[in-house]
């Protein structure tokens, strides 16, 4: 089997498995990371949403040669309990969930998209965030969420 | 001498459970143990009953540690389902910790030689004349909590405060949390296939084994079709090949999807006529319609989870880890499948993602169950794919429901007639003595499934669900059909038959107040008598700007309102939508009186998410079949609103801190489909009686009006 190295939230790692095996398996089995999750498996509800540089990618249909020698970001890597990223805080303030489960992908969305627009508008976030799905209802409390971090971001 | 008024009754979860070392545990060093009935299923309710707790006990939250409910520890307060937390663990444990604030607050006066009515209490410490202190953990070994709750009204202190929750910064940091998370050492995965029909069995031509390939361990059973490995990448490629390449035979074939409506009225069913008021005065006119709704799939962004530890020479044989919304009732079923008396198994919580009702989450149980019992002395982590998930049951069940509503020459309504066809709305485990999980009646000699059946009226009901208007009619008459046949698996979903007879209910509301040319916001309150009813209804009206200004064309605002259950909390609605080939909802004012507010934000995001999980049912879903079996298993063909489709929307609470607090995540449901549907009728001047409200909908509703 191939070995492949690859930046996980800012550290080297390497993995050795088939080239076709799916990013987000790599990152729940074999490197223990639980904040991308398994929603659907082809790439359709968003759970699983990772930076891969700077783009929000599905790791569930991502296969490994793809990520080869490039930079992954999970919400592990946007920050913690002690150093939050602004989005992070701006979800707890807000209570922008329910039961949670796409949260994870959904900040690796609205990430993305704050280093691409500074200042998006609500219709921007909404279209950022179309292929995230959200069972619970919680999409208005985070585009607020995500209103609000961005006004912190870039004052 | 005059007699003491009576207390109230014991909460019922506490009657059933009346120990007070069952719900609380007071701790040494400061800490206080509070033990649930009730499970989180990302409603929040940890949350508000930390609250009601820490305010009943008047100690900081930041004490008070929520156990995870497990069978034998924790009180058996049967399922989380109807809204009933609050009102069932909340007044519990606002009960119990109040009594135990007192018990403590009798032996610190002792002790202190004051009078108990003089000391302070300051976060678990009371407080006695000259600064003298005595703790709750001070006290802990002197006073025994193993005595049963007394009746009794104790003041309880309220805060007013809106907590945190508690659950979520493991949520936004990514941290494990969820059930999908827990990965023991030397953990098997588990895979199963499930049969398309009910009552499929493998062709008996094939090697199983061969199918599945090397490097897993095959676990079949009848039509019980199971994979084992120690590697997940592995037992998911062997499940996608036998998914691809095993052949099934028999089973009941599944109705047409196409003439759903007339299968539901030609169905074997077993009705329950409910009958309000004499017979019905002589109408002048008499409106009647036809309403359908789909099967709907729960679709929890989480296929469901569960592991398993068997452990033949063990106290306890089975372990079983679970998302289930009632750990006692799985235990009743899993011990009905393997024989076990209950005691020697034992089921604990853990959370999972929104589940909605009745999901896939204890058959799943029943998988690693099985699969581990294959595998001894191993935890055995079973985990459904996407596919299962939507396609696999159970579902919500389809509903007809057809409405005849007399008008008198005065242009009141004078009778009612309501009737529903659909399958029953529960097949919950631990209610009947053959098991209803999945892989029960797939086992080899596994006894069918119970045909889903109605909670009794006095619960909730299931089908009959809010199908008796709450205005003031002289008669009405509500015929519950329940069918007796179940080729789609169906279950409990959000709301129940709320949704469906709402909608009917509103709909004809709206016709009738065409039909005298009247308001329909005054036509309702000129039948409504219930006065918390008519302030729901009026501020919802008022903020809600209820017909102030002219529509576009193609804009349509609608009004709906309901009480839960006829008993909970009162919601209206209004919706503002906007129709070109489809409709688009642009609005939803949403007020509700839930009693007393535990929590504010909780009530807004609950009504809320409950209102848009109903827009999305309202305008995008149904389960699609064949008789061939369920197709709708992807989000693409089951698609639910985005991002971009969902409504701007606003909730208002009307506090009521004096009266009983009640659930909030149904109750938005049924008002906000009926006001969608009204919306469009003003919108287009076309009556839907069909969800879901698609371009098709539309074409087919245009086509009939024609």
């Given at each position: 089997m191939p070995?492949?190295a690859?930046?996980?939230?800012g550290t080297?790692?390497?993995?050795?498995?088939?080239a076709?095996?799916?990013?987000?398996?790599?990152?729940?089995?074999?490197?223990g990371?639980?904040?991308?999750?398994?929603?659907?498996g082809?790439?359709a509800c968003?759970?699983?949403?990772?930076?891969?540089?700077?783009e929000?990618?599905?790791a569930?249909?991502?296969?490994?040669?793809?990520?080869?020698?490039?930079?992954?970001?999970?919400?592990?890597?946007?920050g913690?309990?002690?150093?939050?990223?602004?989005?992070q805080?701006?979800?707890?303030?807000?209570?922008?969930?329910?039961?949670?489960?796409?949260?994870?992908?959904?900040l690796?969305?609205?990430?993305?998209?704050?280093?691409?627009?500074?200042?998006?508008?609500?219709?921007?976030?909404?279209?950022?965030?179309?292929?995230?799905?959200c069972?619970?209802?919680a999409?208005?409390?985070?585009?607020?969420?995500?209103?609000?971090?961005?006004?912190?971001?870039?004052? | 001498?005059?007699?003491?008024?009576?207390?109230?009754?014991?909460?019922?979860?506490?009657?059933?459970?009346?120990?007070?070392?069952?719900?609380?545990?007071?701790?040494?060093e400061?800490?206080?143990?509070?033990?649930?009935?009730?499970?989180?299923?990302?409603?929040?309710?940890?949350?508000a009953?930390?609250?009601?707790?820490?305010?009943?006990?008047?100690?900081?939250?930041?004490?008070?540690?929520?156990v995870?409910?497990?069978?034998?520890?924790?009180?058996?307060?049967?399922?989380?389902s109807?809204?009933?937390?609050?009102q069932?663990?909340g007044?519990?444990?606002?009960?119990?910790?109040?009594e135990?604030?007192?018990?403590f607050?009798a032996?610190?006066?002792?002790?202190?030689g004051?009078?108990a009515?003089?000391l302070?209490?300051?976060?678990?410490t009371?407080?006695?004349?000259?600064?003298?202190?005595?703790?709750?953990?001070?006290?802990?070994?002197a006073?025994?909590?193993?005595?049963a709750?007394?009746?009794?009204?104790?003041?309880?202190?309220?805060?007013?405060?809106?907590?945190a929750?508690?659950?979520?910064?493991?949520?936004?940091?990514?941290?494990?949390?969820?059930?999908?998370?827990?990965?023991?050492?030397?953990?098997?995965h588990?895979?199963?296939?499930?049969?398309p029909?009910?009552?499929?069995?493998?062709?008996?031509?094939?090697?199983?084994?061969?199918?599945?390939?090397?490097?897993?361990?095959l676990?079949?059973?009848?039509a019980?079709?199971?994979?084992?490995s120690?590697?997940?990448?592995s037992?998911?490629?062997?499940?996608?090949?036998?998914?691809?390449?095993?052949?099934?035979?028999?089973g009941?074939p599944?109705?047409?999807?196409?003439?759903?409506?007339?299968?539901?009225?030609a169905?074997?069913v077993a009705?329950?006529?409910?009958?309000?008021?004499?017979?019905?005065?002589?109408?002048?006119?008499?409106?009647?319609?036809?309403?359908?709704?789909p099967?709907?799939?729960?679709?929890?962004?989480?296929?469901?989870?569960?592991?398993?530890?068997?452990?033949?020479?063990?106290?306890?044989?089975l372990?079983v880890?679970?998302?289930?919304?009632?750990?006692?009732?799985?235990?009743?079923?899993?011990?009905v499948?393997f024989?076990?008396?209950?005691?020697?198994?034992?089921?604990?919580h853990?959370?999972?993602?929104?589940?909605?009702?009745?999901?896939?989450?204890?058959?799943?149980?029943l998988?690693a169950?099985?699969?581990?019992?294959?595998?001894?002395?191993?935890?055995?982590?079973?985990?459904m794919?996407?596919?299962?998930?939507?396609?696999?049951?159970?579902?919500?069940?389809?509903?007809?429901?057809?409405?005849?509503?007399?008008?008198?020459?005065?242009?009141?309504?004078c009778?009612?007639?309501?009737?529903?066809?659909?399958?029953?709305?529960?097949?919950?485990?631990g209610?009947s003595?053959?098991?209803?999980?999945?892989?029960?009646?797939?086992?080899?000699?596994?006894?069918?499934?119970?045909?889903?059946?109605?909670?009794?009226?006095?619960?909730?009901?299931?089908?009959?669900?809010?199908?008796?208007p709450?205005?003031d009619?002289?008669?009405?008459?509500?015929?519950?059909?329940?069918?007796?046949?179940?080729?789609?698996?169906?279950?409990a979903?959000r709301?129940?038959?709320?949704?469906?007879?709402?909608?009917?209910?509103?709909?004809?509301?709206?016709?009738?107040?065409?039909?005298?040319?009247?308001?329909?916001?005054?036509?309702?309150?000129?039948?409504?008598?219930?006065?918390r009813?008519?302030?729901?209804?009026?501020e919802?009206?008022r903020l809600?700007?209820?017909?102030?200004?002219?529509?576009?064309?193609?804009?349509g605002?609608?009004?709906?309102?309901?009480?839960y259950?006829?008993?909970?909390?009162?919601?209206?609605?209004?919706a503002d939508?906007a129709?070109?080939?489809?409709?688009?909802?642009?609005?939803?004012?949403?007020?509700?009186?839930?009693?007393?507010?535990?929590?504010?934000d909780?009530?807004?995001?609950?009504v809320?998410?409950g209102?848009i999980?109903?827009?999305s049912?309202?305008?995008?879903e149904a389960?699609?079949?064949?008789?061939e079996g369920?197709?709708s298993?992807?989000?693409?063909d089951?698609?639910?609103?985005?991002?971009?489709e969902?409504?701007?929307v606003?909730?208002?609470?009307?506090?009521?801190?004096?009266?009983?607090p009640?659930?909030?995540?149904?109750a938005?449901?049924g008002?906000?489909?009926?006001?969608?549907?009204n919306?469009v009728?003003?919108?287009?001047g076309?009556?839907?009686?069909?969800?879901?409200?698609?371009?098709?909908?539309?074409?087919?509703?245009?086509?009939?009006?024609?």
């Amino acid at each position: 089997m191939p070995t492949y190295a690859l930046e996980i939230n800012g550290t080297p790692r390497t993995v050795t498995a088939e080239a076709d095996i799916p990013l987000l398996s790599i990152l729940r089995q074999d490197l223990g990371l639980s904040g991308p999750r398994f929603g659907c498996g082809a790439g359709a509800c968003g759970a699983c949403r990772v930076l891969v540089g700077t783009e929000s990618v599905a790791a569930c249909d991502t296969p490994l040669w793809a990520v080869a020698g490039k930079a992954v970001t999970t919400v592990e890597g946007l920050g913690s309990e002690e150093d939050p990223h602004p989005l992070q805080r701006a979800f707890l303030k807000h209570q922008a969930m329910q039961c949670g489960y796409c949260v994870s992908g959904i900040l690796i969305s609205a990430a993305a998209l704050l280093r691409r627009v500074a200042r998006p508008s609500e219709a921007e976030i909404r279209a950022a965030l179309d292929r995230n799905l959200c069972r619970c209802g919680a999409h208005n409390r985070m585009v607020r969420a995500i209103l609000a971090a961005s006004a912190e971001m870039a004052p | 001498m005059t007699d003491a008024p009576a207390a109230p009754p014991l909460p019922k979860s506490l009657a059933a459970n009346p120990l007070l070392s069952q719900w609380v545990r007071i701790g040494a060093e400061g800490r206080i143990d509070i033990l649930p009935g009730k499970v989180e299923i990302g409603q929040g309710i940890a949350t508000a009953l930390l609250k009601m707790a820490a305010e009943a006990l008047e100690v900081d939250p930041a004490r008070i540690r929520m156990v995870r409910p497990a069978t034998g520890d924790s009180p058996d307060e049967g399922v989380t389902s109807g809204s009933q937390s609050i009102q069932d663990c909340g007044r519990a444990l606002r009960h119990v910790c109040a009594e135990v604030r007192d018990l403590f607050r009798a032996e610190a006066a002792l002790r202190l030689g004051a009078d108990a009515g003089a000391l302070g209490l300051e976060d678990g410490t009371f407080v006695g004349p000259g600064n003298a202190r005595l703790s709750y953990w001070e006290l802990e070994d002197a006073v025994s909590l193993e005595r049963a709750a007394t009746a009794g009204v104790r003041p309880v202190r309220r805060t007013g405060l809106d907590l945190a929750r508690i659950d979520l910064a493991d949520k936004v940091f990514g941290r494990p949390r969820f059930i999908h998370d827990m990965r023991p050492e030397g953990m098997l995965h588990g895979r199963v296939v499930l049969p398309p029909r009910t009552g499929s069995s493998p062709r008996r031509d094939q090697d199983l084994a061969a199918l599945a390939g090397p490097g897993v361990q095959l676990v079949a059973d009848g039509a019980f079709i199971g994979l084992l490995s120690d590697d997940e990448r592995s037992v998911d490629q062997a499940a996608a090949r036998l998914r691809e390449k095993l052949g099934w035979e028999g089973g009941t074939p599944l109705p047409d999807e196409a003439t759903l409506g007339d299968w539901l009225r030609a169905q074997p069913v077993a009705p329950v006529v409910e009958q309000r008021g004499g017979p019905a005065e002589p109408a002048v006119q008499t409106l009647a319609r036809s309403f359908l709704k789909p099967f709907i799939a729960h679709g929890s962004m989480a296929p469901s989870c569960a592991l398993a530890l068997w452990s033949p020479d063990e106290a306890e044989i089975l372990r079983v880890w679970t998302h289930s919304q009632g750990i006692y009732n799985l235990r009743a079923d899993l011990s009905v499948v393997f024989g076990l008396p209950p005691e020697r198994i034992r089921v604990e919580h853990v959370e999972g993602a929104g589940c909605y009702g009745h999901n896939p989450a204890d058959d799943v149980a029943l998988d690693a169950a099985l699969l581990a019992r294959a595998a001894p002395g191993r935890v055995v982590r079973a985990q459904m794919s996407r596919d299962e998930e939507l396609g696999g049951g159970p579902f919500a069940p389809a509903m007809r429901v057809d409405v005849e509503a007399d008008l008198d020459a005065s242009g009141r309504l004078c009778g009612w007639r309501h009737t529903i066809w659909s399958n029953g709305h529960s097949m919950r485990p631990g209610r009947s003595k053959a098991s209803t999980l999945r892989a029960a009646a797939h086992v080899s000699g596994g006894a069918p499934w119970p045909i889903a059946i109605n909670m009794p009226a006095s619960n909730g009901g299931g089908a009959d669900r809010n199908s008796m208007p709450l205005y003031d009619i002289p008669a009405a008459c509500v015929t519950n059909n329940r069918l007796t046949v179940m080729p789609i698996r169906t279950s409990a979903m959000r709301a129940l038959g709320a949704f469906a007879n709402v909608f009917a209910i509103e709909s004809m509301m709206d016709e009738a107040a065409l039909a005298v040319g009247e308001d329909a916001v005054a036509f309702r309150l000129r039948h409504l008598s219930d006065d918390r009813a008519r302030a729901v209804i009026l501020e919802a009206a008022r903020l809600g700007r209820w017909r102030e200004a002219p529509r576009a064309d193609g804009e349509g605002q609608g009004f709906a309102f309901a009480r839960y259950k006829n008993t909970g909390a009162y919601c209206a609605v209004v919706a503002d939508v906007a129709c070109t080939d489809e409709v688009r909802v642009n609005r939803l004012l949403v007020v509700v009186d839930v009693g007393e507010v535990i929590s504010h934000d909780g009530v807004v995001n609950q009504v809320e998410g409950g209102a848009i999980q109903a827009t999305s049912w309202a305008l995008k879903e149904a389960v699609h079949f064949s008789p061939e079996g369920i197709l709708s298993r992807s989000w693409e063909d089951y698609p639910i609103l985005r991002f971009s489709e969902v409504p701007a929307v606003a909730v208002h609470v009307l506090d009521r801190p004096d009266a009983p607090p009640m659930g909030a995540g149904e109750a938005s449901q049924g008002p906000t489909g009926a006001a969608i549907a009204n919306a469009v009728h003003d919108a287009l001047g076309m009556r839907m009686t069909r969800f879901p409200l698609t371009r098709d909908t539309l074409i087919e509703a245009m086509e009939l009006g024609q």
